[in-house]
């Protein structure tokens, strides 16, 4: 079953306006949410998490239990925005990780 | 620094080779893991492995072994390589299932 769903896979916004990558998740448990994001030629790497409720280069997420929902938010995009951005949930149970299949951004200047 | 090392970013192996993928970690993680990605299907993970000597299957095993023999080593292993199996290869080591995972840079394998 698929427990995290990125139904974008391709976004395109212009620099300075508003981008958001979605993310739905399944899971009974208590889940751990993150985004990671892949620049062009880089690894993979977290760029926010759930418990942290940080903000990273102007990027939020909110959990939304009712909705299932960890959408990613940003409220001016900037040209080095551009990358693939992954969802993830972290299993309170087993160890077990789940990513989305990832949402690629353009930001068109 | 943290630091997660594969030991090639390229490889081109022929079908029915047996083939050695290295990671290597120096953060002391519990967690260590597999994963391929494909483009349009994200990352899947192959194996995981919570201790030495420990592991546990993804989401996609078949075709794939791996081996723990040290806490700061994982191997994947491909004991006979198909086109099919042609992809990008991750590691990651982590602390915890619900902890933050970190990545080595990655090792892109051509099967012909």
């Known amino acids: 079953a698929q427990r995290v769903t990125q139904p974008e896979k391709l976004l395109s916004v212009f620099k300075g306006a508003p981008v958001e990558l979605k993310c739905n998740y399944s899971?009974?448990?208590?889940?751990?949410l993150f985004w990671y994001v892949q620049y062009s030629r880089q690894r993979l790497q977290l760029l926010l998490r759930h418990i942290s409720r940080e903000s990273i280069k102007g990027f939020t997420a909110d959990l939304n239990k009712g909705e299932t929902s960890f959408h990613l938010k940003k409220p001016f995009a900037q040209e080095e925005d551009s990358a693939m951005y992954y969802c993830?949930?972290?299993?309170?149970?087993?160890?077990?990780?789940?990513f989305g299949t990832g949402t690629s951004l353009t930001v068109i200047p | 620094d943290v630091k997660v090392t594969q030991s090639s970013r390229y490889l081109v192996k022929r079908t029915g080779e047996k083939v050695f993928l290295e990671c290597v970690q120096d953060m002391d993680h519990e967690n260590m893991f597999w994963y391929r990605q494909d483009p349009g299907l994200g990352l899947r993970l192959i194996y995981f492995s919570y201790d030495v000597k420990m592991k546990e299957k993804g989401d996609i095993p078949e075709g794939y072994s791996v081996s723990r023999e040290k806490k700061e080593r994982f191997s994947l292993i491909l004991e006979s390589a198909s086109t099919n199996q042609t992809s990008m290869y991750l590691c990651a080591g982590g602390w915890g299932g619900q902890e933050t995972q970190y990545f080595g840079p990655g090792t892109r394998l051509l099967v012909l």
């Open positions: 899971y009974s448990g208590s889940p751990e």
């Open positions: 993830a949930l972290g299993a309170n149970t087993g160890n077990q990780f789940y």
